[in-house]
Nanobody, 126 residues
Framework: HVQLVESGGGSVQAGGSLTLSCTYT?????MGWFRQAPGKEREAVAT????????????AYADSMKDRVTISYRSNTKTLYLQMTGLKPEDTAMYYC???????????????????WGRGTQVTVS
């Protein structure tokens, strides 16, 4: 069955960078990253469509971190990445790797359309 395992979180100073990794057993056509800060709802960060253009853009970004993150994917190692730069204290959150088959692979679809979630990796920016 689908298992997602995140790694790469940690504590960084404002302006710093981190790259998160997500290894998985089986993929779904839409993979992505969400985050949840204390006391806030989960929100999308970025999605990646591994099947191709007919299901949506290859990569898409939510406004919250747009221009500061890059999502990428390597099929040979079954790994999804999230490169983050220019981190801010408000980026402090638990970051989750997700997989699913939403109607379209974009970060503005409902979280309920992503059936599979990892346990998360903590990112703390001070």
């Amino acid at each position: 069955h689908v298992q997602l395992v995140e790694s790469g979180g940690g504590s960084v100073q404002a302006g710093g960078s981190l790259t998160l990794s997500c290894t998985y057993t089986y993929s779904r056509y839409c993979m992505g990253w969400f985050r949840q800060a204390p006391g806030k709802e989960r929100e999308a960060v970025a999605t990646y469509n591994i099947y191709g253009a007919q299901y949506g853009p290859n990569d898409a970004y939510a406004d919250s971190m747009k221009d500061r993150v890059t999502i990428s994917y390597r099929s040979n190692t079954k790994t999804l990445y999230l490169q983050m730069t220019g981190l801010k204290p408000e980026d402090t959150a638990m970051y989750y790797c997700v997989a699913g088959e939403p109607s379209t692979c974009r970060p503005d679809v409902s979280t309920s359309q992503f059936k599979y979630w990892g346990r998360g990796t903590q990112v703390t920016v001070s």
